[in-house]
């Protein structure tokens, strides 16, 4: 089989060290990987998520932030990419009200410098990691491909909206394929310590208050990170549409309040919950409809909260020893 080479940015995070496993597990991919290891969580986590890829003769990994066209470049030139994963962003609704500007900065700025190497260098597959927040809170349930996504609510949703749209533009203009995938809550294995079933399972392991925010019933499209693998892998074979938008969710919503009472069962302990308002940038409900994704990538996810949690619970508590 023919040897393929793959730029992933963001490949020591959550969704880009699962993916980067899968490549290099197929035995046919020379991965070059983009992370700044910035401090948005610790470091010393992703340096734990790549410590075995580094063994791996087929793994690269570049330490450079994708803000510096300088160092974009340079790397495209040496790599002859057939394809580009970018998960690399910064992320969270809350956390980008705060600094929007910096999320602009890299989520857009960021994407633009790898969209134009990529156009230098004649990269002929394109993959996007979008988010479901894209929607905002106009769209109708389930989210549609095809919904209007021009009320973004957050700056973090806008800047993922904005990547999409240059995506799209560098699609139409240079013949280069590009596809963008809005994720929906992904969970799993190696979470990001803010995310909520990463925060809320160590705070009711020792016995901390949780935060709920609003009542309890807003409600999210949970995604076990296998299941996400599944659909960008099946992403970056494409060759379809030169521009394509797809959601990658569970298409199942869980009520907050019955998260939370799934932590307590699997974690064998009782939360404590600290009420607080609605914050703003939130959305009241996330709810994928993939039958996009199903019908043009074969993407077919399996596995059910019910049974996400107990593997996210098991790699959770060793991870805690």
């Known amino acids: 089989m023919q040897e393929k080479r793959i730029l992933v940015t963001g490949g020591a995070g959550f969704i880009g060290s699962h993916l980067v496993d899968n490549l290099l597990a197929e035995g046919n991919w020379k991965v070059t990987v983009i992370d700044n290891f910035n401090a948005f969580y610790s470091p010393e986590i992703k340096r734990r998520n790549v410590s075995e890829h580094l063994k791996n003769d087929d793994y690269v990994l570049q330490e450079a932030d994708i803000c510096c066209s300088d160092s974009v470049d340079r790397i495209f030139e040496e790599g002859e990419f057939d394809a580009v994963v970018h998960l690399a962003a910064y992320a969270g609704v809350r956390p980008s009200l705060l600094n929007p500007k910096l999320y602009n900065e890299v989520n857009v700025c960021g994407t633009l410098n790898l969209?134009?190497?990529?156009?230098?260098?004649?990269?002929?597959?394109?993959?996007?990691?979008?988010?479901?927040?894209?929607?905002?809170?106009?769209?109708?349930?389930?989210?549609?491909?095809?919904?209007?996504?021009?009320?973004?609510?957050?700056?973090?949703?806008?800047?993922?909206?904005?990547?999409?749209?240059?995506?799209?533009?560098?699609?139409?203009?240079?013949?280069?394929?590009?596809?963008?995938?809005?994720?929906?809550?992904?969970?799993?294995?190696?979470?990001?310590?803010?995310?909520?079933?990463?925060?809320?399972?160590?705070?009711?392991?020792?016995?901390?208050?949780?935060?709920?925010?609003?009542?309890?019933?807003?409600?999210?499209?949970?995604?076990?990170?296998?299941?996400?693998?599944?659909?960008?892998?099946?992403?970056?074979?494409?060759?379809?549409?030169?521009h394509e938008i797809f959601n990658l969710g569970e298409s199942q919503t869980t009520e907050l309040r019955e998260l939370i009472a799934l932590l307590e069962e699997n974690l064998g302990k009782k939360a404590v919950i600290e009420r607080h308002p609605m914050q703003p940038g939130d959305v009241p409900i996330t709810y994928a409809d993939i039958s996009k994704a199903r019908q043009l990538l074969n993407y077919n996810p399996t596995t059910k909260i019910a049974n996400g949690l107990p593997k996210f619970t098991e790699w959770f508590l060793d991870s805690e020893q």
């Open 115 to 242: 969209l134009e190497a990529s156009r230098k260098t004649g990269v002929p597959q394109f993959v996007f990691g979008s988010s479901s927040s894209v929607y905002g809170i106009s769209c109708k349930v389930p989210f549609s491909e095809d919904a209007k996504v021009c009320q973004p609510i957050s700056p973090y949703a806008a800047t993922k909206a904005a990547g999409e749209l240059i995506c799209h533009t560098f699609s139409h203009l240079y013949d280069m394929r590009t596809v963008c995938l809005r994720f929906f809550t992904v969970y799993g294995a190696r979470q990001r310590p803010d995310l909520a079933i990463h925060k809320f399972s160590k705070l009711i392991s020792e016995g901390k208050p949780i935060p709920m925010f609003g009542d309890g019933t807003t409600r999210r499209d949970y995604t076990y990170v296998d299941d996400i693998i599944q659909g960008v892998r099946a992403s970056i074979d494409y060759e379809g549409a030169k």
